[in-house]
């Protein structure tokens, strides 16, 4: 099986549930009472966009398993995704150790803090003989950034972690006369004033259809986006 097929097939069952998701809540604004039905779709949009981010979260982490999958070694792999792997062993080596090195410094004795630095220097051996072996991202969707919100930011880092290009994320969209940047916001925006409490009028029909049809045309362009990355593999390879 292709590192490709891969993540079609992976991928496939998590467009499918939140597609699914979606159209349950409308299906739950069908089933309330006319008089209440603005106020149930300015609810159920925090959700809505729940199911962007779960989405987006899982499929990204489905690509990076994928890419783990196909054997690649540290020097043949693209400079991002060997960049992005090794930037997460630093920032956690630099978080778990920084602290408790300056406290034993600090509080204890500078023996003390060169003992300590002992097995500091044992995790960068550990991080020094992953570019001997091939790529791998250990539970993966702990290499999804979603940041507080999924906006189009967030959408760009993770594709720059990963060495793909959003600007055809937008053709796609394009072709289907979509915005992404304007778009992504609005419902991004859209949801924080409702979930904060800044927005609490009535939805009409109209803006809840646009709204929850653009998030599976998104969640449908983000598959096909990544698959296509993976099909035409160039930018994986140094």
Not at 200 to 228: C, G, H, K, R
Request: aromatic share 10%; hydrophobic share 40%; net charge negative.
């Amino acid at each position: 099986m292709t590192c490709a097929q891969d993540f079609l097939d992976a991928s496939n069952p998590i467009f499918e549930e939140c597609q699914h998701g979606v159209a349950t809540l409308s299906r739950l604004v069908v089933a309330t009472p006319s008089a209440l039905a603005g106020e149930a779709r300015t609810a159920l949009v925090p959700a809505l966009y729940a199911y962007w981010e779960r989405f987006f979260r899982l499929v990204f982490a489905e690509y990076l398993r994928s890419v783990s999958m196909s054997g690649l070694r540290f020097d043949q792999i693209c400079t991002a995704l060997a960049r992005h792997r090794v930037r997460k062993e630093f920032r956690d080596l630099e978080i778990s150790h920084r602290e408790r090195l300056l406290r034993k410094l600090d509080n204890e004795s500078v023996e003390a803090a060169r003992q300590y630095i002992v097995p500091v220097v044992g995790n960068l051996g550990r991080i020094e003989n992953l570019f001997a072996t091939p790529i791998d991202f250990p539970r993966p969707d702990e290499w999804v950034s979603t940041d507080a919100n999924v906006r189009y930011e967030v959408v760009e880092k993770n594709c720059s972690n990963i060495g793909v290009d959003p600007e055809k994320l937008k053709k796609i969209l394009g072709d289907s006369q979509i915005q992404l940047y304007p778009r992504l916001k609005g419902l991004v925006d859209v949801r924080n004033d409702i979930a904060h409490g800044n927005v609490i009028s009535p939805m009409n029909s109209d803006a809840w259809n646009e709204l929850q049809a653009f998030v599976v045309t998104l969640m449908n362009a983000v598959q096909l986006f990544l698959y296509d990355s993976l099909v035409n593999d160039e930018h994986l390879f140094r």
